[in-house]
Nanobody, 110 residues
Framework: QVQLVESGGGLVQAGGSLRLSCAASGSAFSINAMGWYRRAPGQQRELVATITNGGGTNLSDSVKGRFTISRDNTKDTVYLQMSSLKPEDTAVYYC????WGQGTQVTVSS
């Protein structure tokens, strides 16, 4: 079982910066990718950023050029560096993780 603990949120002026952290514990070895969603008041949940174990990243168009996602695999922690913040970035930010399953063998015989 994996537990995720977010931190780093707060109040910032437009144009400012914040860094969010998300620390994973438990079966962190089973994590394939981590990232961030956000939900603004009255809005649907939005996928903000994702980073894979291999370091591949994906950012939503709304934050490209302003946000950066990174991870420290030694600490099982992912970071979201948010710069040039805008009022429309106001939301609750949620960390998420994509887990590997144990796998199940499929064998196709000829």
């Amino acid at each position: 079982q994996v537990q995720l603990v977010e931190s780093g949120g707060g109040l910032v002026q437009a144009g400012g910066s914040l860094r969010l952290s998300c620390a994973a514990s438990g079966s962190a070895f089973s994590i394939n990718a981590m990232g961030w969603y956000r939900r603004a008041p009255g809005q649907q949940r939005e996928l903000v950023a994702t980073i894979t174990n291999g370091g591949g990243t994906n950012l939503s168009d709304s934050v490209k050029g302003r946000f950066t996602i990174s991870r420290d695999n030694t600490k099982d922690t992912v970071y979201l560096q948010m710069s040039s913040l805008k009022p429309e970035d106001t939301a609750v930010y949620y960390c998420y993780a994509i887990l590997w399953g144990q796998g199940t063998q499929v064998t196709v015989s000829s």
